[in-house]
């Protein structure tokens, strides 16, 4: 049966007047209930009291039990002198004998109380009892950085702060069984990875008990429990599984096998590389200092030395070098085919073909045409491959990881762009020269030279020069330059060169100090690439070794034809071959272990890129100058001598000219 809610109270009893229930779900008239009033009716008071106090109150809902306080009893003496009076005001529908009033008021103590007001309280549930003696010890005598601990009631010893952690239950670390964790795409089923992993846990298991039974003390830290082997198992099986699936098999097994073939040194050694590979961050070793570079030579005989690595002019143009200015006839038949193109390029991002505009749009001042420019910033690289892995591996951008063909591009410009390759069109825009002589003193014995370039609407041109003295990276030079055309995109993810650059950037001062230690001080400026070719001009001559990286694309920028080139992209070449190239910040950790534009999309620091082309060429001069020691080479008076032939004294050695092909 369910209980009663109050859902039938408003509704007639269909018993009525002969309903005998005691507690009807339904309603009943008013004289049913006159009778409940009669003396001899058989009802309960307590029915009875809530029924009057729901007439009072004017309440239909169920009964709540109330809480006695003082206003409640204050509430109880008047509800009681108001529930007699309206005993009186009621009349039955019927005239039957008046009954004895006293016998229906509530019965109340002799201050006018209703006798609920004396009924004992029921107690709470009862509790176990707390001690609470600790509590109030550690409230009274806790301070500042300090815990007081109480001990069996005896006085109390005081512990750091930074114990309280110890105070605390410590977890339960959940065990490992030798189940295969989950992958998304296993490369075998369950029931052979489960074997595989068996078999791979009982070498292991074989090899820990060799550690723990060796005499040697430094091997019990290597020796593991249980639990440690279970996982070591498990973590050894998924990497395989998630790095190698198509050579899945071959790998684990190749790997149980040398682990049944393994002396106890060998596990020795994995087990400690694998143990300092776990310490904590501030536990490990701190990393190696940069490699120092050791020449054995002077920096006067490296400056001597360096005229020995440069390039031959005769093979420079094939990988982009400009070694002769175009002729008259060759630029007149560039500016026709530049007239006859309207100004129409091919974006060196997207490759949209659009217009450009220089001197802006008449009807809107528009630069360029075609809208938004949507591209990949960084270069389509295919994957390193594994080796056993026969699937093809598509080529993927570094800036998103998108694949190629799949994605427009992860980065949105203004406007579209475009780059100028051809020497011919690049002479329209500014004519080459070759570099002077001079009759300057205290000139620099070599100089790195590093440039960088921003987009305008005649195509890629320079934007910042810098230039540093060889071997020791002294500034000589360097200085943001005002491009010829309208800018496009400074190009800043890579130039570094930001808007706010040039708005805090001063005229050129030649007797101005510069910071050498801030990367982006606030610099010079200069009103064009042919003031900035003109300073650059001052620290060299046609004997002058310049150093730096990919320099075919910094002497185009300032169109400069200089003899003497050291290029490092010629210097380190890649395995592979050129046009394939390493980059300056592959090259420096790789030889130098540093790291170099490490800024991010900040962009690069000219300044460093020519210091890091020079320790390249530093470290170039010590592999050789190793090597012709051996050979039998010598020097004096900052100049190299060959080999002493058979019979000749040391005065008669020849000396080798300062530069050979």
């Not at 296993?186 to 550690?211: A, C, D, F, Q, Y």
């Not at 730096?548 to 380190?572: F, S």
Request: charged residues 30%; proline residues 8%; aromatic residues 6%.
């Amino acid at each position: 049966m369910f209980s009663s809610l109050g859902l039938f109270k408003k509704t007639s009893c269909p018993e009525q007047p002969h309903c005998s229930l005691k507690y009807c779900l339904f309603a009943h008239d008013q004289s049913e209930k006159q009778k409940d009033l009669l003396p001899g009716v058989n009802r309960p008071p307590k029915a009875h009291q809530l029924e009057v106090d729901d007439k009072i109150n004017g309440s239909d809902g169920p009964r709540k039990r109330r809480r006695i306080d003082a206003q409640t009893i204050n509430d109880d003496r008047s509800q009681s002198t108001l529930v007699t009076t309206s005993k009186a005001v009621v009349s039955p529908v019927t005239d039957p004998p008046k009954p004895d009033t006293s016998a229906v008021q509530i019965k109340t103590l002799g201050d006018g109380l209703p006798r609920t007001a004396s009924r004992e309280i029921s107690p709470p549930p009862r509790r176990l009892a707390k001690d609470t003696s600790t509590k109030r010890t550690l409230a009274e005598n806790t301070q500042p950085g300090r815990v007081r601990a109480v001990q069996n009631g005896e006085g109390s010893v005081e512990f750091p702060a930074t114990a309280r952690k110890a105070f605390a239950p410590k977890a339960k670390a959940s065990e490992e069984s030798l189940n295969p964790r989950m992958l998304l795409n296993p490369p075998v089923s369950h029931p052979i990875r489960t074997k595989l992993i068996t078999m791979l846990h009982g070498e292991m298991i074989r090899l820990n008990e060799e550690v723990k039974k060796s005499l040697d003390a430094s091997d019990v830290a290597l020796a593991l429990s249980d639990q440690e082997l279970i996982v070591e198992a498990l973590d050894e099986e998924f990497q395989t599984a998630k790095k190698n699936p198509t050579v899945y098999q071959n790998v684990i097994k190749s790997r149980i096998m040398v682990l049944r073939k393994m002396k106890l040194s060998v596990w020795r050694e994995e087990r400690t590389k694998k143990i300092a590979q776990r310490q904590p961050k501030s536990e490990k070793q701190k990393p190696n200092a940069p490699k120092a570079i050791e020449t054995g030579l002077t920096p006067a005989e490296e400056i001597a030395f360096a005229p020995r690595l440069a390039a031959k002019q005769e093979g420079l143009s094939k990988h982009g070098y400009i070694t002769t200015a175009p002729t008259a006839v060759e630029l007149e038949v560039a500016m026709k085919g530049v007239e006859s193109a309207q100004g129409w390029e091919l974006c060196d991002r997207c490759k949209t073909r659009f217009q450009v505009f220089p001197g802006r749009r008449g009807e809107d001042g528009a630069l360029t045409s075609g809208g938004n420019c949507t591209y990949h910033w960084a270069k389509a690289r295919r994957p390193e491959s594994v080796k056993g892995d026969t699937k093809p591996r598509d080529l993927k951008y570094a800036c998103c990881d998108e694949t190629v063909g799949v994605s427009a591009g992860c980065t949105k410009s203004d406007t579209h762009v475009f780059k100028i390759s051809d020497p011919k069109r690049l002479a329209l825009v500014m004519p080459f020269q070759l570099t002077p002589a001079s009759d300057r003193t205290n000139l620099p014995g070599a100089v790195c030279f590093d440039c960088e370039m921003g987009y305008t609407t005649l195509g890629l041109e320079l934007i910042r020069l810098t230039a540093t003295a060889f071997p020791d990276g002294r500034p000589l030079l360097d200085v943001l330059v005002r491009p010829l055309g309208e800018v496009l995109d400074l190009n800043s993810r890579f130039s570094g060169v930001w808007p706010e650059d040039w708005a805090k950037a001063t005229p050129f001062d030649e007797d101005a100090v510069q910071s050498d230690t801030d990367p982006m001080p606030n610099l010079q400026i200069v009103d064009s690439p042919v003031v900035a070719r003109e300073l650059l001009f001052r620290l060299l001559t046609p004997e002058t070794p310049l150093i730096g990286h990919a320099l075919e694309n910094d002497l185009n920028a300032v169109r400069i034809l200089h003899p003497v080139i050291v290029d490092t992209c010629l210097l380190y070449e890649h395995p592979r071959g050129l046009p394939i190239r390493y980059g300056l910040k592959v090259l420096m950790k790789k030889f130098l272990d540093r790291d170099i534009q490490m800024g991010g999309d900040q962009g690069h620091d000219s300044k460093e890129d020519a210091r890091a082309a020079g320790d390249l060429v530093r470290r170039r001069i010590g592999k050789m100058w190793e090597q012709m020691k051996l050979e039998g080479w010598s020097v004096r008076d900052g100049e190299f001598y060959p080999p002493l032939p058979p019979g000749a004294s040391v005065d008669q050695k020849p000396s080798l000219p300062k530069r050979a092909g």
